[in-house]
């Protein structure tokens, strides 16, 4: 079974959300970067999730929440907006953090669930897992699977290792 259709059956997205939103982001020529545990998946063996962490260009989100499609749910969270559909458990997460609009400026296209997508560079993907894991205000299980990502980074790119503080290298036994 291909990535996409495999990573559609999880996701139950029987309404392809994944290429309505990225079909919308593309229509608008909106900047836009693909981060978190996805991005670690375009970098190394991926793992299943049914998020999709995604930064777009802070001047362009309002317009982009405008745009979408009405029967896109969104909701705004404090460093986020989230965005789902009924006929699919797919989840969209827009970061609002101001810290991560940099990471447009260096992504890549790479494939990304069987589509390719910018991702940032491997470095800002690894930077938002360091953040991830240091926010202690995000459940302890989302914050073990942030450490896991950092480990399987590291595992593929040991050039990385000195960018991650020592608190955290010394979780990664």
């Known amino acids: 079974m291909r990535l996409l259709a495999f990573w559609k059956a999880v996701t139950m997205d029987h309404v392809d959300l994944l290429k309505q939103f990225v079909d919308v982001l593309r229509e608008l020529g909106v900047r836009?970067?693909?981060?978190?545990?996805?991005?670690?998946?375009?970098?190394?063996e991926p793992l299943v999730s049914l998020d999709l962490h995604v930064v777009v260009a802070a001047d362009q989100l309002e317009y982009l929440e405008s745009r979408l499609p009405k029967d896109f749910d969104v909701e705004r969270f404090p460093h986020s907006l989230n965005i789902s559909q009924a006929g699919s458990d797919l989840?969209?997460?827009?970061?609002?953090?101001?810290?991560?609009?940099?990471?447009?400026?260096?992504a890549v296209d790479r494939e990304v669930l069987g589509v390719t997508m910018?991702?940032?560079?491997?470095?800002?993907v690894l930077q938002g897992k360091i953040w991830a894991v240091t926010d202690e205000?995000?459940?302890?299980?989302?914050?073990?699977?942030?450490l896991a990502d950092v480990a399987r980074l590291l595992e593929k790119f040991p050039h990385l290792r000195p960018r991650v503080p020592a608190p955290i290298l010394a979780k990664l036994v």
């Open 32 to 44: 836009y970067c693909v981060v978190g545990g996805q991005g670690v998946n375009a970098y190394v």
């Open 91 to 106: 989840r969209i997460q827009l970061q609002t953090d101001p810290r991560y609009a940099r990471f447009l400026n260096g």
């Open 118 to 124: 910018p991702v940032a560079a491997v470095e800002d």
């Open 137 to 146: 205000a995000r459940r302890p299980s989302k914050r073990q699977k942030d």
